[in-house]
């Protein structure tokens, strides 16, 4: 079984060791550095990648990037910079993969390039899309330059190009996580600045490109295929197992149903009559049950008129943004998603 | 050839990559089954995600919401998270052991830990006798010739209700030790519902509430 304290004392002092050695070493550097110049930096930079390895490091780098919030320039974004945007966004193409025949190592170049475009504006579901497919294309390209005979690779070409994809694959998961935190503030500062007017005729034309464009719709329907949200919350609504844990659950949710139908939750004993802690917990359901309300989005909805519906004032729409951290900016629904209504 | 044999392990070592948050440095996620479902129990993998307004709320009028005793019982353990993940693929998968919600009906259809079965607190509390036998032969009590309760065979069941400011799972423990359920095959998850989610491990939605 495992043991959360010493699993946890390990990771803290394989952590430490990695710091202190880093701390050693600078310091190290920091003395020798007048007397030996800079072959010696060189030669302990080397020892300090070769020490930290290649995984390792990326695993240090994560965990420093969830921690620690990034710095960005902050803009002042006017309506039009917002319907500019909008109108951009909607009217990109999405972007093609170039399958080069020439070698792998060309490929990832490209793919290179296509990454630094896709990365370079807001957050954009469709470019996001692009960046992916192309890179499914390198792998598919390192697959099948490895498995014809004609192409002469040895497995340590192959590990450098598998050691590529896998650098553009965290590259790319990195930039994506500082692109959603600037969009997220640039919102919530812009959010400040419109007025309810302002909010409306941002709907509106917000409302007829996303009539334009089935992109999101597109991109998000595997999703709500795998029944799986952005929250891990796994929808089995309409699942009957047959198996011995389900038999089990049916057996005892009979019991539980036959009791409920008796009243048996409305009984009280001894001191708790006082207190009445069921009618206490029903009471604290109905927080629970708006905190679970949701809505599915209808083609035509945006998050003011859903506002204006669920609260009847269309500035309102900031408590359902707020309430919705996967929602990466306010004009981002799509068709089919679901959203958290607050109360 | 050995390119070829070379490729399963460059296929691993990328598909490990895509799991950036794991639940221990070993265990990027697990399995288990729900409704008859298979389930992958995983953490939240978007590192910028925060709980908004699901499951925080902080203040709730005490009594009878107070902060609950670490433990219930000296003799039964407390659970925590990787001890119930371990539970989940162990007992609850070879059918030794139940993870029980002990929370009313209706919460546990909002949500639930996955494989978690419902019997609520007051099912147990006010239970007669034969309800709680009919109750006790489901998790696997068997009776001796002498009429004797035979709980040698019984389920260990891991209980849980919403967290440390939640009585639910006392209220079930005072039930079922009412008819001597061996504590031994007890379990408590204190940090409950609210811990698990805080964690932004899989949950479990049985009924969804839409607004229209």
């Known amino acids: 079984m495992l043991n959360q304290d010493e699993y946890n004392q390990d990771e803290y002092n394989d952590y430490y060791k990695n710091e202190t050695k880093e701390s050693e070493l600078k310091s190290f550097i920091k003395q020798k550095e007048k007397g030996f110049g800079g072959k010696l930096i060189a030669l302990l930079i080397l020892m300090v990648l070769a020490i930290a390895g290649y995984f390792g490091y990326n695993t240090m780098k994560n965990s420093s990037n969830s921690d620690a919030l990034p710095q960005t320039t902050q803009e002042t974004v006017t309506e039009n910079k917002l319907q500019k945007e909008t109108n951009s966004s909607s009217k990109k193409t999405t972007l093609q993969p170039e399958v080069s025949k020439q070698e792998v190592k060309e490929k990832v170049q490209t793919q290179e390039e296509v990454t630094e ?25 390192v697959v099948k330059a490895v498995s014809t005979e004609s192409t002469k690779m040895s497995p340590k070409e192959i590990a450098n190009v598998v050691k ?64 799986v949200d952005v929250y891990n919350k796994v929808n089995v609504q309409d699942v009957k197992g047959s198996d011995t844990l389900s038999q ?19 009984k009280e004993e001894g001191q ?34 859903l506002a204006k519906r669920a609260y009847g004032n269309v500035m309102e729409y900031k408590k359902i943004y707020q309430a919705n951290p996967e929602i990466t900016r306010p004009d981002r629904i799509y068709v089919g998603q679901k959203i958290r209504i607050p109360n | 050839m050995k390119k070829l044999l070379l490729l399963p392990f460059f296929a691993s070592l990328l598909g490990a990559e895509n799991v ?25 993998q978007d590192v910028n995600n925060r709980l908004t307004d699901d499951y925080t709320k902080t203040s709730r009028p005490c009594p009878p919401f107070c902060v609950q005793a670490t433990k219930i019982d000296p003799e039964i353990k407390n659970f925590e998270e990787l001890e119930l993940l371990n539970f989940m693929q162990h ?17 546990y259809e909002l949500e639930s830990i996955p494989s978690a079965i419902n019997l609520p607190f007051p099912i147990i509390l006010h239970a007669t006798k034969s309800k709680a036998e009919q109750i006790f032969k489901l998790l696997g009590m068997t009776i001796d010739k002498d009429g004797t309760w035979n709980f040698s065979k019984a389920k260990t069941l891991a209980v849980y209700c919403n ?12 039930g079922i030790l009412k008819y001597h359920y061996p504590k031994s095959k007890l379990r408590y998850y204190r940090s409950g519902f609210q811990g698990w989610k805080l964690l932004g491990l899989t949950t479990i939605v049985h009924k969804e509430i839409k607004k229209k």
């Not at chain 1, 896709?118 to 899309?129: D, F, L, P, R």
Request: glycine share 4%.
């Open chain 1, 248 to 266: 089990l659950a049916k057996q005892i949710t009979d019991i539980t149903n036959e009791a409920i139908s008796q009243n048996v939750e409305e």
């Open chain 2, 91 to 107: 007992e609850v998968k070879d059918g030794t052991g139940v993870i029980i919600d002990a929370r009313l009906k209706s919460w």
């Open chain 1, 117 to 141: 475009e896709s990365t370079a504006g807001a957050t954009n579901v469709q470019e996001e899309k692009a960046t992916a497919t192309n890179l499914s294309t390198v792998q598919e390209e």
């Open chain 2, 163 to 174: 967290g440390v400011w939640c009585g639910q799972t006392k209220h079930f423990m005072t």
């Open chain 1, 164 to 227: 590529a994809v896998m650098e553009q694959m965290n590259q790319k998961r990195e930039k994506t996580d500082v692109q959603a935190q600037t969009v997220t503030t640039k919102d919530g500062e812009l959010m400040n600045k419109l007025s309810s007017s302002e909010v409306d005729s941002v709907s509106s034309d917000l409302e007829k490109s996303l009539n334009d464009t089935n992109i999101d719709e597109n991109t998000h329907v595997n999703n709500t295929e795998k029944q």
């Open chain 1, 272 to 305: 708790d009559k006082k207190i009445n802690y069921t009618q206490n917990l029903k009471k604290e359901l109905i927080t629970r049950e708006n905190e679970m309300r949701i809505i599915v989005v209808q083609k035509g909805d945006t998050l003011g008129k």
């Open chain 2, 20 to 44: 950036t948050v794991k639940i221990t440095k070993d265990i990027p996620y697990v399995y288990t089954t729900d409704s008859g479902k298979k389930v992958k129990v995983e953490r939240i």
